[in-house]
């Protein structure tokens, strides 16, 4: 079943979340591949939160990679699916890392904008702004925090694919995304968040067409 579809007022050109991985977490951990309803031409969206360097999986694409106070980093990766991705090692070997994976579905052709990354040491980690010039577009922001007992809150008028086990012992994560069908500005987005630390958030631009 697809879910949240976002349809062009001046065209047929629609886009679908589909499916979300199972998180995964740990040294060397093995990313799941949402296969069920898995197709050629599906977005796959790749977030990893860490604390050390993730090697850019074979096939994918490197969105952005960004490390705050030298102990937190964000890597975002991406791929178009060719209907044969299987689960696959992570390499990465810090035993603070959690990643996971949401699938997309297109009508149209897919196309990757940019990606704004954020930083900060504050109780709430925020998105940068970005220009939306093409539409139907999906934004898809991914929240990192350094280790803490709480999750990373609630971001309002989004919708919530991926969050991680807040342990203390683990790199926080959240992603959430938006379908937006009008050009402008994109909305920054707040966590709801109730701890201080270091965080950095990375917002991938998707177009369709």
């Not at 040294?27 to 069920?36: A, G, K, L, W």
């Not at 939306?132 to 809150?153: E, M, Q």
Request: glycine share 8%; proline share 3%; with cysteine.
């Amino acid at each position: 079943m697809l879910f949240n579809k976002m349809l062009s007022s001046s065209s047929s050109v629609n886009i679908d979340f589909v499916a979300t991985g199972s998180m995964s977490s740990g040294s060397s951990p093995t990313v799941d591949i949402p296969t069920t309803d898995l197709q050629s031409g599906d977005l796959l969206v790749l977030c990893v939160c860490t604390g050390g360097d993730t090697t850019t999986p074979s096939g994918w694409t490197l969105a952005s990679s960004f490390t705050q106070s030298g102990t937190t980093r964000i890597a975002t990766f991406y791929k178009i699916s060719d209907g044969t991705e299987t689960d696959f090692v992570l390499g990465n070997s810090q035993s603070r890392t959690q990643c996971g994976v949401i699938q997309y579905r297109f009508s149209g052709s897919i196309s990757y904008s940019n990606t704004a990354t954020n930083n900060g040491n504050s109780l709430n980690a925020s998105t940068s702004s970005q220009t939306i010039s093409t539409t139907p577009a999906l934004i898809v922001s991914h929240f990192c925090k350094a280790p803490s007992s709480n999750d990373i809150g609630v971001v309002s008028n989004t919708n919530q694919r991926l969050l991680g086990t807040s342990d203390g012992s683990l790199t926080n994560i959240r992603v959430v995304d938006e379908f937006v069908d009008v050009p402008g500005s994109s909305t920054v987005r707040t966590e709801s968040g109730i701890y201080t630390g270091d965080w950095v958030t990375n917002a991938l631009y998707f177009y369709a067409s």
